[in-house]
T-cell receptor, first 116, second 116 residues
Framework: GAVVSQHPSWVICKSGTSVKIECRSL??????MFWYRQFPKQSLMLMAT?????????EQGVEKDKFLINHASLTLSTLTVTSAHPEDSSFYIC????????????FGDGTRLSIL | RKEVEQDPGPFNVPEGATVAFNCTYS??????FFWYRQDCRKEPKLLMS???SGNEDGRFTAQLNRASQYISLLIRDSKLSDSATYLC?????????????????FGQGTILTVHP
């Protein structure tokens, strides 16, 4: 089946650091990639949607200058959390889907970000 | 009001029990529906799609009532390995950068613990 790889799986860093998370589709071309965030005991919340080669569309309340998304190729999207603070600590999950109206989303295995 | 609402539980049931989860959604434009399973500190994984005609996959039965905007999941003969959080997910079409895609909205999840 389709595989989405996310890296790193766990990050611990100091407040003020910028952190980059990669999301790769390994065996299909990901026309659209999604970035979600999940706080403890809460549901996954969509942060932004990106189509290859165009600017990401951010959900209401998500700061685009804080969470930089790049989707430069059909197999790679990156999320950069700039100047991360403890309140940014969360589980970040990407998903990817191929072209076509009803293609399913395939999820990466998530990145646990802890800001000290 | 949340777009997708679930009873968070937790449900604690013995092995072999039958357990049912319910979910309601508020957006009548939602087009497709799913149950996902999420294990602790892991990414969500698709359990099954949900149709108005009802569908069954082994011990799992899902049902959709569009008129009531209600979705259910029934698990029969519970196993220890069924312990997880079950996420009700609805999909509706959205548009970003000129591309249409399915946008998933996740419920908070229902925690199930199956004990010996």
């Amino acid at each position: 089946g389709a595989v989405v790889s996310q890296h790193p799986s766990w990050v611990i860093c100091k407040s003020g650091t910028s952190v980059k998370i990669e999301c790769r589709s390994l065996d299909f071309q990901a026309t659209t990639m999604f970035w979600y965030r999940q706080f403890p005991k809460q549901s996954l919340m969509l942060m932004a949607t990106s189509n290859e080669g165009s600017k990401a569309t951010y959900e209401q309340g998500v700061e685009k200058d804080k969470f930089l998304i790049n989707h430069a190729s059909l197999t790679l999207s990156t999320l950069t959390v700039t100047s991360a603070h403890p309140e940014d600590s969360s589980f970040y999950i990407c998903s990817a889907r191929g072209a076509g109206g009803n293609q399913p989303q395939h999820f990466g295995d998530g990145t646990r970000l802890s800001i000290l | 009001r949340k777009e997708v609402e679930q009873d968070p539980g937790p449900f604690n049931v013995p092995e072999g029990a039958t357990v049912a989860f319910n979910c309601t959604y508020s957006n009548s434009a939602s087009q497709s529906f799913f149950w996902y399973r999420q294990d602790c500190r892991k990414e969500p994984k698709l359990l099954m799609s949900v149709y108005s005609s009802g569908n069954e996959d082994g011990r799992f039965t899902a049902q959709l009532n569009r008129a009531s905007q209600y979705i259910s999941l029934l698990i029969r003969d519970s196993k220890l390995s069924d312990s997880a959080t079950y996420l009700c997910v609805v999909n509706k079409m959205a548009n970003a950068g000129g591309t249409s895609y399915g946008k998933l909205t996740f419920g908070q999840g229902t925690i199930l613990t199956v004990h010996p």
